[in-house]
């Protein structure tokens, strides 16, 4: 009864109800980036290809940046997004893309986890601390691990897409592609639009 009174004073003072559902759906309440508002800035120690060292987002400017937030190494939906990801890179870095795994664990237990799985050819990055998660709107704070979420940094730096997915359904590698493909066309993209379809006219806003 107290979140249902919740939800009706929310509407009453025209307060949007969308966290509310996403608590309800998913246990994810925090508020997301604005869109278009700059990515923030990180330095983290990482793993690609079996080599540790350290890793910024500035590093990428130019580029399209895929920040794939995961809940932990060695769990048991997450290997199966990151070797979807995996697979998917050079279709991803065709579109001059490229993929950044985040979450909680040490670089150690990444590299053994990228090992176990038969390497990885995409930074895994540590963010121990949670600061990065935390910064952009997606630590668990009742478990301190990220969420899984996907946002997309563009070639300037700005948040372009995000999404988080609930704990128990792994992303889809061929949905970030789509919207990869839809925001590189910088025009307006309709529902199921696919890459080779027609886009609508450019001189429309929304």
Same mark, same amino acid.
């Given at each position: 009864?107290?979140?249902?009174?919740? /939800?009706?004073?929310?509407?009453?003072?025209?307060? &949007? /109800?969308?966290?509310?559902?996403?608590?309800?759906?998913?246990?994810?309440?925090?508020?997301?980036?604005?869109?278009?508002?700059?990515? #923030?800035?990180?330095?983290?120690?990482?793993?690609?290809?079996?080599?540790?060292?350290?890793?910024?987002?500035?590093?990428?400017?130019?580029?399209?940046?895929?920040?794939?937030?995961?809940?932990?190494?060695?769990?048991?939906?997450?290997?199966?997004?990151?070797?979807?990801?995996?697979?998917?890179?050079?279709?991803?870095?065709?579109?001059?893309? @490229?993929?950044?795994?985040?979450?909680?664990?040490? /670089?150690?237990?990444?590299?053994?986890? &990228? @090992?176990?799985?038969?390497?990885?050819?995409?930074?895994?990055? +540590?963010?121990?601390?949670?600061?990065?998660?935390?910064?952009? !709107?997606?630590?668990?704070? @009742?478990?301190?691990?990220?969420?899984? @979420?996907?946002?997309? /940094? +563009?070639?300037?730096?700005?948040?372009?897409?995000?999404?988080? +997915?609930?704990?128990?359904? !792994?992303?889809?590698?061929?949905?970030? *592609?789509?919207?990869?493909?839809?925001?590189?066309?910088?025009? *307006?993209?309709? &529902?199921?639009?696919? #890459?080779?379809? #027609?886009?609508?006219?450019?001189?429309?806003?929304?």
């Amino acid at each position: 009864m107290a979140a249902l009174a919740g /939800v009706a004073a929310a509407c009453k003072s025209g307060i &949007a /109800v969308t966290a509310f559902r996403r608590r309800a759906a998913t246990g994810y309440t925090r508020p997301m980036l604005d869109l278009n508002a700059p990515a #923030p800035p990180f330095t983290l120690d990482g793993t690609s290809a079996g080599v540790v060292r350290r890793f910024s987002l500035a590093d990428f400017r130019g580029k399209w940046v895929v920040l794939f937030f995961y809940p932990a190494d060695f769990t048991f939906v997450c290997p199966t997004e990151v070797v979807g990801f995996n697979r998917r890179l050079p279709e991803l870095e065709a579109l001059d893309a @490229a993929v950044l795994g985040i979450s909680v664990d040490d /670089v150690e237990t990444h590299r053994a986890w &990228a @090992a176990e799985l038969g390497g990885v050819a995409f930074p895994l990055l +540590s963010d121990k601390s949670g600061d990065v998660c935390r910064a952009y !709107g997606v630590l668990n704070d @009742a478990e301190q691990r990220a969420w899984r @979420a996907t946002v997309v /940094v +563009s070639p300037a730096g700005k948040v372009a897409y995000q999404v988080v +997915s609930p704990m128990n359904v !792994g992303r889809s590698v061929e949905e970030t *592609l789509r919207v990869l493909h839809a925001l590189a066309t910088g025009r *307006l993209c309709p &529902a199921d639009w696919q #890459p080779g379809q #027609p886009t609508l006219d450019p001189d429309l806003r929304y």
